[in-house]
């Protein structure tokens, strides 16, 4: 709404996303609406993971269109190693919101021992993980 304010109300917003060759959109989710993403131009290997715990994978090529449930963790990663990828990607609310499953879990201060407990790993892996999340000076 913030650049497009006629959609206030209308409980539908859109968004341009450019991936360079091999990056990803990591995991994360929309609480608030199911996404629509229609690849106009390279190729994306998209996924979702359902309720389940089941990941549902697809390769996509430009025309294609792939929908991601509202509130299920989701990603998209350019896998063309010389090439970028362009999507228009429609959601069904004006505040989708976005929840970036990394960084929630790395940079918001929970514990490095919970989360090796949590992981099953140790708090070395840890620190090295959320090393990659800290501020750059």
Known sequence: MAEFPALNG????????????????PPHTHPRATELLFLTYGVLEV??????????????QAGDIFAFPKGLVHYQFNCAENDFAVAV????????GTVSVPST???????????????????????KLKAGFAPKA
């Open 105 to 127: 879990v790395l940079a918001t201060g929970i514990g490095d021992e919970i989360l090796a407990k949590s992981f099953k790993t140790d708090v070395y892996t840890i620190q």
């Open 47 to 60: 996924g979702f993971v359902d309720t389940t715990n089941k990941l549902f994978t697809q390769r996509l």
């Open 89 to 96: 990607s429609a959601f069904g609310s004006a505040a989708a």
């Open 10 to 25: 209308q409980s539908v917003s859109y968004a341009v996303l450019q991936y360079p060759a091999g990056s990803v959109n």
